[in-house]
Structure formats: C-alpha cells, structure tokens
C-alpha cells in the first residue's frame, strides 16, 4: 500500500535559519504529493502541492520538488520566522485508489527568536 | 477557495453517549467525503469514506456500528460515535474533494471530542 515517511522532529530552529524537512513516499499508482502546516488546536491547511514528476510547489516561501527518481518531496524555506512554528504533514493521494490522502507522521517545528 | 466546516469545534460528553459530528461544505458540493481521527501528537488516521447517497466505506480495523456515517446530501456528512467512551477522545478531521478533482483534499477545521 501507500506510505509516506517523514522526518522525525521536533524540529528546533532560530529565526531566519533555512528549513528542510525531508519527506519520502511509496505508491503503487501516480500519486499528488502535499504538504499541510497544522497549527495548534485547528484543523490542516495546505500549504503545497505538487501533481506530477519534477514539479515544484511554492507558498509563502517554502518550496518542494516532485521528485519520482527518489521519491521524494523534500519542504525547505530558506529563512523561517517564529510565525512558521506548527506541525507539518507530507502526504500523498493516489488517484487510483479514489483520492484517498496518506500522511507522514508529521515534524513538529519550532522557530525560536 | 473551498470551503469546509465542522460542527461542534469541541464536544464533551459523557460515556456511553453518543455525538453527532457535522461536516458540511459551504461552497461546493461533493459527492466524497472522508473522515479521520487523529490522536495527541500523531498523524491522521483514515476511518472512512462517505459516500452521498450510498454506504460509507470502512478502513480496516474501524467499526462500522461504533462510528456511524451518513452522507445525507452533496453537502453534508454527519459522523456519529455511538455509547462513546474515554478512549474515543480524539480530535476528528473531515475532509472533501472538489468533484473531478480528487488530488486535493479540503480539510475541516477539526472536532475534539473528550469523553468522560
């Protein structure tokens, strides 16, 4: 079946160090990969996608590349603000198995001052 | 962009009660919804998908008589926790696609549920 592998956190950074969070999928099909940014108490809100092989996903300054040669959809900001702290989700959803998501276990990360 | 709303936000409860959770879509109509679950510091949990006019489907290890679906009209499913106990507390994710769309989930904002 379908899994995405995530980075372990929590992740702890100072303001304006550059972020990456490295993510990693499996699926049988072709699947849309995503990153969602979860803050605490609400629910997920998509920061990014990306549809298919060496497309990149671009929001508020995080960038990441579809990459199917090493299956993988690295998130990475090259200067994070305090703003940025939260939880965040790589997952996949696989048209051939009805639009279904698959998350990562997420990365907790903390942007100090 | 595309809308979706849970209903309650936060929901106590007593066990062996049941709760209804409404997740609706406010601007679009979707045929699919999907439910999740999602525990203190862990990732989401697929239970189910609702399907608008016929059975929800669900994920392994889910029981369909605990966790009751109905997917009433294009707008709105309702998740039901039947004789809900303490270790049911979790927080409750809903989501949808726009239709043709499947790539892109549109999450609600969540329900925690805290039984008693």
């Known amino acids: 079946g379908d899994s995405v592998t995530q980075m372990e956190g929590p992740v702890t950074l100072s303001e304006e160090a550059f972020l990456t969070i490295n993510c990693t999928y499996t699926?049988?099909?072709?699947?849309?990969l995503f990153w969602y940014v979860q803050y605490p108490g609400e629910g997920l809100q998509l920061l990014l996608k990306a549809t298919k092989a060496d497309d990149k996903g671009s929001n508020k300054g995080f960038e990441a590349t579809y990459r199917k040669e090493t299956t993988s959809f690295h998130l990475e900001k090259g200067s994070v603000q305090v703003s940025d702290s939260a939880v965040y989700f790589c997952a996949l959803s696989d048209r051939d198995n009805a639009g279904k998501s698959t998350f990562g276990d997420g990365t907790t990360l903390t942007v100090k001052p | 962009g595309a809308v979706v709303s849970q209903h309650p936000s936060r929901v106590i409860c007593k066990s062996g009660t049941s709760v209804k959770i409404e997740c609706r879509s406010l601007d679009f109509q979707a045929t699919t919804m999907f439910w999740y679950r999602q525990f203190p510091k862990q990732s989401l949990m697929l239970m189910a998908t609702?399907?608008?006019?016929?059975?929800?489907?669900?994920e392994q290890g889910v029981e369909k008589d605990k966790f009751l679906i109905n997917h009433a009209s294009l707008t709105l499913s309702t998740l039901t926790v039947t004789s809900a106990h303490p270790e049911d507390s979790s927080f409750y994710i809903c989501?949808?696609?726009?239709?043709?769309?499947?790539?892109?989930?549109?999450f609600g904002p969540g329900t925690r549920l805290l039984v008693l």
């Open positions: 699926a049988t099909g072709y699947p849309s």
């Open positions: 989501s949808a696609p726009l239709a043709g769309e499947f790539e892109t989930q549109y």
């Open positions: 609702s399907n608008e006019g016929s059975k929800a489907t669900y």
